[in-house]
């Protein structure tokens, strides 16, 4: 399919650049796959649209403050944005380094007079392999001097730092390093989970370090030519477990974000069913291909041309998300990371 498919106008006003005053109060647009009908809805009425004996899957990934300033030895400053550390090297890590002139291996970063950092190692594509030097714990240093890595369209006219730091992560948020939150699990409260709960639905866990891969924009002219970058998972036996069961018993899997998605679709196609384990999950889902596990799903609205776009309409039809898309940008939806949800059933 070509890449311009994906692709649509949308308002610089309708990109939200501060989270809602509360969570469940984000407004939601239900699309039914089977109509074509479009329901507006707020996120708090979400246990309206699902039945007793639904599962959700959200990914408890939890973002860490991965981006830090430093200065190179000729004074140049750089961002560094750190990715992965390697196994059992608590100092060692893999980072992407952006600068006017990339560092030279050998050559030294500074970002205060406690931690620097030697670059061992240049990888291409702007990631390079760095050594830290510091005293004391390596997390402490990294929790003192980094920030969150707030995604490049959410621009501020007043610093909000303190509230990103509750509000860029779900509630349920546990096992940091994730470079970017799976942001469809932002609407969710305490409150909410116990109605759902009442209910009858409930949730599971599975966890996917969100890294550059899912951001990383399609460049190529058709979308089946796009490669995804591999992203660590993990898929607990509790929630493996309780998924097959729920498909056993008839009812539905409501995957919570792309993440959950593309993490129990990799799984699936793998080993033919939901099996527990943890590695790398490197799916891209495009229109055409199969969804083996999830029955709804939950999510924000999407950059143009990105990769959880295309999912989405890979799972609802690309002509039903331009209709969804056309019709939320007419009722002044909140867009990307810090905007409104869809529910698609």
């Known amino acids: 399919m070509d890449l311009k498919q ?7 006003s309708l990109i939200a650049s501060y989270p809602s005053r509360d969570r469940q109060a984000s407004r939601l647009l239900v699309v039914k796959r089977s109509t074509g009908e479009l329901i507006h ?24 403050p991965a981006r830090l300033h430093g200065v190179k030895e000729s004074g140049g400053k750089v961002e560094v944005l750190l990715l992965e550390r390697f196994p059992d090297k608590r100092s060692l890590w893999l980072a992407i380094v952006n600068a006017a002139k990339k560092p030279a291996v050998g050559s030294q970063i500074r970002f205060n007079e406690n931690m620097t950092a030697r670059v061992i190692g240049d990888l291409g ?12 714990d390596f997390d402490d240093q990294l929790k003192a001097l980094g920030e969150l890595p707030l995604p490049h369209y959410i621009t501020r006219t007043r ?25 469809a699990g932002f609407h969710f409260t305490p409150d909410l989970f116990e109605a759902l709960q009442t209910k009858g639905i409930t949730r599971a866990l599975l966890t996917l370090h969100v890294g550059p891969g899912t951001f990383q924009p399609v460049r190529e002219e058709f979308v089946d030519d796009h490669r995804m970058e591999g992203e660590r998972y993990t898929l607990p036996v509790e929630t493996a477990t309780r998924i097959n069961q729920t498909k056993r018993d ?96």
């Open 6 to 12: 994906f692709k649509y106008e949308l308002p610089d």
């Open 41 to 64: 809805s707020v996120f708090s009425q979400l246990g309206s649209f699902l039945d007793p004996g639904d599962l959700l899957v959200l990914n408890d990934a939890k973002v860490f």
């Open 125 to 136: 594509g702007g990631r390079f392999g760095l050594e830290f030097h510091h005293p004391g």
């Open 159 to 183: 610093d909000t730092a303190n509230l990103d730091w509750e509000r860029y992560q779900t509630v349920y948020a546990a096992n940091p390093g994730a470079i970017a939150a799976p942001t």
């Open 250 to 345: 008839g009812h539905r899997i409501i995957a919570v974000g792309s993440t959950s998605t593309r993490t129990l679709e990799w799984v699936a196609r793998r080993t033919g069913e939901v099996e527990p384990g943890h590695g790398i999950a490197r799916l891209f889902i495009r229109p055409g291909d199969p969804f083996r596990v999830i029955d709804a799903l939950i999510t924000n609205f999407h950059l143009p041309a990105s990769t959880p776009l295309i999912l989405v309409a890979a799972f609802a039809g690309l002509e039903l998300v331009r209709r969804a898309y056309a019709e939320a940008i007419k009722m002044r939806y909140r867009f990307y990371s810090y905007g409104d949800a869809m529910l698609i059933l």
